[in-house]
């Protein structure tokens, strides 16, 4: 954490029900036991790097020694400032439990700038976690370490049910590495399932960046397989920075719509569209500029309304474009929709400096 301290900021020895609330639920589950604690010095509000006031760990070790990190910050910890009486600030606070060495004496630090980066994703963004959320970390989350677990999941922490506090009532979200086939086959099917269904493998959802997949093992793995063609996908969303299209008129014959999309998010189009629109769940494509909607249809059908693209598909249409569209560069057509032509265009993924690490397509 950037100008971090070992102990409280001086303002959280001031007035702060929402804080003494936070530790209070703490305090119920580790009684006697003094955390580790990361104090920010100069706060956001102030112009500091670090959105979270303070991240405090505790050490334990069962079922599996580990460091149970719990934010402060994303709720309302000094006075209520929002207009929502029922819920204190955003209303969760981030935990998150991470495999150790029965003789580390400290938490790492690349653990501490996770939570705060977690967090300043959503000062910046808006957009809160849930129970059964997951997200993509585009790479290691601990850099510079071998790893797989390059994703996440939110659970609510299994330790810590919701409190009241004087500011509302709040969550403990769990934040669970994933490797990237897990995070798949979370969007193919439900997050809150999958994370279910690897408890046994993971007690209490500890990351343990040594891990390998859990998919690996073949019961976990055929249960996850069961579940997702019993209950399809609950994702409906996906986001791309290539997306567009256009109606092209054709003389005695009906209009061609072309549309455009990026190679990388034709993986996970094809895989999810059938586990979304056959089980009556329509599918949502986000662009910049508009969005493609896909909906199940009795018959094939292309409309177009105020920066949207909807398209009806059957089922047997579905299953045609999962088996037609690929992650490269070209045009398809399909015979069950012949009134649009899919051009997919090379993705490039690049780094925060703008460098081009990876080319899709």
Same mark, same amino acid.
């Given at each position: 954490m950037t100008d971090a301290t070992q102990a409280r900021t001086d303002e959280a020895h001031?007035?702060?029900?929402?804080?003494?609330?936070?530790?209070?639920?703490?305090?119920?589950?580790?009684?006697? &036991?003094e955390p580790k604690h990361y104090g920010t010095v100069i706060k956001w509000m102030l112009g500091g790097p670090d959105p979270l006031d303070g991240i405090s760990a505790w050490k334990r070790m069962d079922p599996v020694p580990h460091w149970h990190f719990v934010s402060y910050?994303?709720?309302?910890l000094y006075s209520k400032e929002s207009d929502d009486a029922d819920t204190s600030g955003y209303g969760f606070e981030l935990?998150?439990?991470l495999a150790c060495n029965p003789a580390d004496d400290e938490p790492p630090a690349w653990a501490i700038n996770f939570l705060q980066n977690l967090a300043r994703y959503v000062f910046k963004s808006g957009n809160v976690f849930g129970d059964g959320h997951w997200m993509t970390a585009n790479g290691p989350i601990a850099l510079e370490r071998e790893t797989l677990i390059c994703s996440m999941g939110f659970v609510f922490d299994p330790e810590?049910?919701?409190?009241?506090?004087?500011?509302?009532?709040?969550?403990?979200?769990?934040v669970v590495g994933l490797t990237v086939d897990e995070e798949r086959a979370a969007k193919q099917w439900q997050t809150r399932k999958l994370l279910d269904v690897l408890l046994p493998e993971m007690?209490?959802? +500890?990351?343990?960046?040594?891990?390998?997949?859990?998919?690996?093992?073949?019961? =976990?793995?055929?249960?996850?397989?069961?579940?997702?063609?019993?209950?399809?996908?609950?994702s409906?969303?996906?986001?791309?920075?290539?997306?567009?299209?256009? =109606? &092209?008129?054709?003389?005695?014959?009906?209009? =061609?719509?072309?549309?455009?999309?990026?190679?990388?998010? =034709?993986?996970?189009?094809? !895989?999810?569209?059938?586990?979304?629109?056959?089980?009556?769940?329509?599918?949502?494509v986000a662009g910049r500029e508009g969005a493609l909607v896909f909906e199940h249809g009795d018959v094939n059908s292309v409309s177009e309304s105020d920066g949207q693209?909807?398209?009806?598909?059957?089922?047997? !249409? +579905?299953?045609?474009?999962?088996r037609t569209l690929q992650p490269r560069a070209?045009?398809? !057509?399909?015979?069950?929709?012949?009134?649009?032509?899919? &051009?997919?265009?090379?993705t490039t993924i690049k780094s925060p400096e703008g460098k081009v690490v990876r080319t899709i397509g």
């Open positions: 001031d007035l702060s029900p929402g804080w003494d609330a936070i530790s209070g639920a703490l305090e119920r589950l580790y009684p006697g &036991q910050g994303l709720t309302e935990t998150f439990r810590l049910p919701a409190i009241d506090t004087p500011h509302g009532r709040m969550a403990f979200i769990q007690p209490l959802w +500890v990351t343990d960046l040594a891990r390998p997949s859990l998919l690996d093992n073949a019961s =976990v793995r055929a249960r996850v397989a069961e579940g997702t063609q019993r209950d399809g996908s609950s409906g969303f996906l986001f791309t920075d290539v997306l567009g299209w256009k =109606v &092209q008129k054709r003389l005695l014959r009906a209009p =061609v719509t072309e549309i455009v999309l990026g190679a990388r998010q =034709v993986d996970e189009l094809v !895989t999810l569209l059938p586990l979304r629109l056959p089980f009556g769940r329509g599918f949502r693209l909807t398209l009806q598909l059957t089922d047997d !249409t +579905v299953r045609e474009l999962a070209g045009t398809y !057509t399909l015979e069950g929709l012949d009134g649009v032509r899919w &051009q997919i265009e090379k």
